[in-house]
């Protein structure tokens, strides 16, 4: 009772509702493929109330003078796993949730989705591998106002045939996976699982689809879609190729999580039917730490090319992309943030503009998350989320990783050293 007084006297709004005009060197709008400099941008109760270059500042009204900074939404990320830490090399993939508990994957998570919201990260879709849906609580702490982090939008526990994302585990062990995995087969059991991880605070509802010799057909994935989108949630599928593939985009699914054998045929169907691909476009140097991650994928020397050649064919086709990382490893002296940033250089080679990046790391990505009305772009009536930096990211696309100044909501969660 005391947590929940606390919780709403945060969230309180403030007796006096505070402007703050932001003089915005140029303000970048992924949306309409443009940008316009000399901009204000009048923010109040958290949100943007006007946008433009001859906008008069309120008296009384909070100026933050970024007059030298390039202003662009916050940046999204369409496919995490706060909680997780794969362990480096061929490690069995159900390691992780042997030797970890739920509460010790939360508080990763959590010290996580802190970690890159300090970096430009405002919102993160976390599509499951966390644990006893440890990542939804993460969302509610966070949502409560007990910690500084991005919006979240959680998926609960991963729905997948039988043995989740697990192989050959002899049946003495029994079905252990179910830590972070509903076993589902058939579009009744995917109903219920569907509706069980909704029932728990599922924004997002993620499968994985050909794990297993077996897998999902049209008619299962059709269940999911149907339960899902009658509560407003959209559905992402892992799936990397064939006929599972062709299942997921004949059932209507929302996004193809990986597609790393996407063929043109495939795209093509995609940007038909308006399915978003989240790549999860792995850098080289991020593969040959995770390795095959226990034989579920290629070697890093072959997969690294062809990932950058999906990417460039989906780009050229058209297909709608939704920036989505998937980083499950740590790295010493780097946070978790600095390895999402590693995967530009990816999208760079595979020849993707600048602005179609940021388009997928803000504005089309809130339309996947079905968030776009309230966030993922600069303009009037959305939730301020912004982040500011020194260098235009129009020029290089490296230039993210220098964000000095990050809003969430309308609060500076980080501000440049010469505004402090
Ligand atoms: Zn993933």
């Known amino acids: 009772m005391k947590a929940l007084l606390a919780s709403l006297l945060l969230l309180a709004p403030p007796a006096f509702a505070q402007v703050v005009a932001i003089r915005a060197g140029a303000v970048i709008d992924p949306a309409h493929g443009s940008s316009a400099r000399d901009q204000v941008i009048l923010i109040e109760n958290g949100k943007i109330s006007r946008v433009g270059g001859a906008v008069p500042i309120p008296a009384g009204a909070v100026v933050v003078d970024l007059s030298h900074e390039w202003v662009a939404p916050g ?5 995490t796993h706060m909680t997780l830490t794969e362990i480096a090399g061929d490690a069995p993939f159900e390691s992780f949730y042997l030797n970890q508990s739920s509460t010790l994957r939360g508080l990763r998570g959590l010290h996580n989705a ?10 993160l879709r976390d599509v499951g591998n966390s644990a006893e849906w440890a990542m939804s609580d993460v969302r509610r702490a966070i949502d409560a106002g007990w910690f500084e982090g991005p919006t979240i939008i959680d998926s609960g526990k991963i729905i997948a045939p039988f043995g989740g994302q697990s192989r050959d585990i002899p049946p003495r062990q029994g079905p252990f996976w179910q830590f972070e995995y509903i ?5 009744a059991e995917i109903r219920k699982a569907v509706r069980t991880d909704i029932y728990y605070g599922a924004g997002v509802i993620k499968l994985v689809a050909d794990n297993n010799p077996y897998h999902y057909s049209v008619e299962e994935f059709r269940a999911a879609v149907d339960e899902a989108h009658r509560a407003g949630i959209p559905v992402a599928v892992h799936v ?3 006929d599972a593939l062709d299942n997921a985009i004949e059932a209507g699914v929302d996004s193809i999580e990986h597609g790393f054998d ?41 997969l690294a090319p062809k990932i950058i050649d999906r990417l460039r064919r989906a780009h050229r086709i058209g297909v709608r992309m939704a920036f989505g990382s998937d980083t499950v490893i740590d790295m010493p002296g780097r946070t978790r943030a600095d390895l999402m940033f590693d995967y530009l250089a990816v999208w760079r080679a595979a020849g993707v503009p600048p602005m179609d990046i940021l388009r ?15 966030r993922g772009s600069i303009g009037a009536g959305l939730s301020a989320d912004l982040v500011a930096m020194p260098a235009n990211p ?27």
């Not at 940046?75 to 496919?79: C, E, G, K, R, T």
């Not at 476009?281 to 390795?291: E, Q």
Request: glycine share 8%; proline share 6%; charged share 25%.
């Open 75 to 79: 940046l999204m990320d369409a496919h």
């Open 114 to 123: 802190m970690a890159v919201l300090q970096a430009g990260f405002t919102t």
């Open 183 to 187: 076993d589902a087969d058939g579009p």
């Open 240 to 242: 990397y190729a064939g």
């Open 262 to 302: 996407l063929t043109d045929a495939q795209l093509k169907r995609m940007k038909d039917k308006g399915i978003f691909l989240v790549g999860t476009d792995f850098p080289r140097a991020h593969l040959d730490i995770v390795g095959t991650s226990g034989g579920i994928l290629p070697p890093p020397a072959v």
């Open 360 to 374: 997928a790391m803000t504005s089309d990505a809130a339309e996947l998350l079905r968030i776009n009305k309230v």
């Open 394 to 420: 129009l020029d290089d696309i490296e230039n993210l990783r220098k964000i000095d100044l990050i809003m969430k909501n309308g609060a500076i969660v980080r501000r440049p050293a010469a505004l402090h």
